[in-house]
Structures are given as structure tokens and as C-alpha cells.
Nanobody, 121 residues
């Protein structure tokens, strides 16, 4: 069983930056791939980025070059550094944990509660 808790969301102006964190419980964190998804009201959840247990990252085209994922297995935490933010990045951001292909497909077994990111124009 893995429990995930996101933090770091907030309000930022266009072009600004935020860093999200996702803290995981459990001693097997390092075995899981981790991912970030986002969702706005009335839309389907959207894949943002995932990182494998060995640190290989896979990004959605919409965030390549602006977002960076990293993980600290000693702290059971995954981070999402978001730069050059745009109003269209506004969403609730969720982290997820499971095998890499399962995370990327959006079918992860474990999900956090989400953190709101709002980018003002």
C-alpha cells in the first residue's frame, strides 16, 4: 500500500515557476514509477510526465522543455519543477505510483488527492 500527498500548488503569474512535491508513504517507494497528471473541470485527466524507478523520464509534448521531474528515493518524494508557466497549465495536479507503463497509461494503482495550480494571465 502506498499513500501519496501532493503539495506546492498555488497561484502564479504567467511565466512564473512552481515546484510541486509528492511525498509517498511505504518502504518500497524506490520500486515504483511515479507520474504527474493534471485535470481541469469538465476535462479528462491529462498525462504530464512520469519517471521510472531508475530515473528515466517521459514527458508530454505540452510540457517538454518547461517542466522537469525528479525523485529523491531517500526522502520518498518526487518533484515537479514547472517553469515558464502558462494559463493553460492551470489545473489540479495529481501524482501517481505504479509500474511505468501503467502510470503512463493513466491506470496507476495509487493516486494522491491533488494540488491546485493556477496561472494568471
Amino acid at each position: 500500500q502506498v499513500q501519496l500527498e501532493e503539495s506546492g500548488g498555488g497561484l502564479v503569474q504567467t511565466g512564473g515557476s512552481l515546484r510541486l512535491s509528492c511525498a509517498a508513504s511505504g518502504r518500497t517507494f524506490s520500486r515504483y514509477a511515479m507520474g504527474w497528471f493534471r485535470q481541469t473541470l469538465g476535462k479528462e485527466r491529462e498525462f504530464v510526465v512520469a519517471i521510472s524507478s531508475v530515473g528515466i523520464a517521459y514527458y508530454a509534448d505540452s510540457v517538454k522543455g518547461r517542466f522537469a521531474i525528479s525523485r529523491d528515493n531517500a526522502k520518498n518524494t518526487v518533484y515537479l519543477q514547472m517553469n515558464s508557466l502558462k494559463p493553460e497549465d492551470t489545473a489540479v495536479y495529481y501524482c501517481a505510483a505504479d509500474a511505468m507503463n501503467t502510470v503512463v497509461a493513466g491506470h496507476a494503482s495509487y493516486w494522491g488527492q491533488g494540488t491546485q495550480v493556477t496561472v494568471s494571465s
